[in-house]
């Protein structure tokens, strides 16, 4: 069974960086799309960062591109998204992903989040 746990979030400054993990069981990363949502209060969930499974093609948003760094060690089965020059509007919980396409609809499997909180 597929399961996937977060790790990393917490109260961060504005300015200052943050590592999330996210650790994976059941499956590898080889064939697959693996990926970071999040999800502020009275927001939509959306991407912030993905790897695709077919080409390895790597997305971010404009939101978070520059900002946002996503990585994945296939020896502990553990993806990464390294946040820096975080700012208040990074407020969310964050969630990774897998499944077949780099999209919330093509994402089948979720982990159950983390807070991130960036203060002004």
């Known amino acids: 069974e597929v399961q996937l746990v977060e790790s990393g979030g917490g109260l961060v400054q504005a300015g200052g960086s943050l590592r999330l993990s996210c650790a994976a069981s059941?499956?590898?990363?080889?064939?697959?799309?693996i990926g970071w949502f999040r999800q502020a209060p009275g927001k939509e969930r959306e991407g912030v960062a993905c790897?695709?499974?077919?080409?390895?093609?790597?997305f971010y948003p404009n939101s978070v591109k520059g900002r946002f760094t996503i990585s994945s060690d296939s020896a502990k089965n553990t993806m990464y998204l390294q946040m820096n020059s975080l700012k208040p509007e990074d407020t969310a919980v964050y969630y990774c992903a897998t499944g077949v396409l780099c999209d919330i609809d093509g994402m089948d499997y979720w982990g159950k989040g983390t807070l991130v909180t960036v203060s002004s």
């Open positions: 790897i695709s499974g077919s080409d390895g093609n790597i």
């Open positions: 059941g499956f590898t990363f080889d064939d697959y799309a």
